[in-house]
């Protein structure tokens, strides 16, 4: 609540202590009755107010100095190392890498698609050869169909030639 800038980018009565170590927090120890301490969580709002207001302040000031430092971070320790990296590279290993790609993806795809051509009509020679036995089987189930059929014809008619010739 008592806590207040100085204009220069510093705050008086703020619970920080600077050292060379570092910076740490003060905590402020505070005998009361209850009506002040009832004081004191009415006036918090203040409180709150008056260090988010010093925050925004830090995050102004230093928030140059921040990206100063990433920025460098970033250049000294990943874009230097990539750079180097990028500018030892030469074109000398292509040829290899090139006939190699040939040699795999052409040469051994060839052998690969002959192969699978070969699978097909090895394949499809099977599903003949298997369509020609069970045509052949169903001939002859329809044919034994059929000749019963006959027969019972044959049968039914000679009967009935018979009823007539008696009658």
């Known amino acids: 609540k008592d806590m207040v800038g100085d204009g220069s980018g510093g705050w008086n009565g703020e619970c920080l202590i600077r050292s ?3 910076v740490t927090t ?3 120890r505070v005998d009361c009755t209850l009506d002040q301490f009832r004081e004191y969580v009415q006036n918090y709002e203040d409180r709150l107010v008056n260090v988010f207001g010093r925050l925004d302040s830090a ?3 230093t928030t140059g100095q921040i990206v100063d430092d990433l920025q460098r971070i970033v250049t000294t320790y ?3 190392p990539v750079w180097s990296i990028v500018s030892g590279i030469t074109c000398g290993f292509m040829p290899n890498v090139y006939q190699g790609f040939l040699r795999g993806f052409c040469y051994q795809g060839v052998v690969g698609f002959r192969t699978l051509g070969a ?3 090895i394949f499809a020679v099977s599903v003949l050869i ?3 036995v069970m045509y052949f089987e169903w001939r002859v189930a329809v ?3 059929n000749a019963e059929c006959d027969q019972k014809e044959a049968q039914g008619a000679a009967e009935g030639a018979a009823q007539e010739a008696g009658v």
Do not use: E, F, H, P
């Open 59 to 61: 995050t102004v000031q």
């Open 143 to 145: 044919d034994n169909v």
């Open 119 to 121: 699978a097909y009509i």
């Open 78 to 80: 990943i874009l230097s």
């Open 20 to 22: 060379a170590s570092g």
């Open 130 to 132: 298997v369509a020609l």
């Open 26 to 28: 003060r905590v402020k």
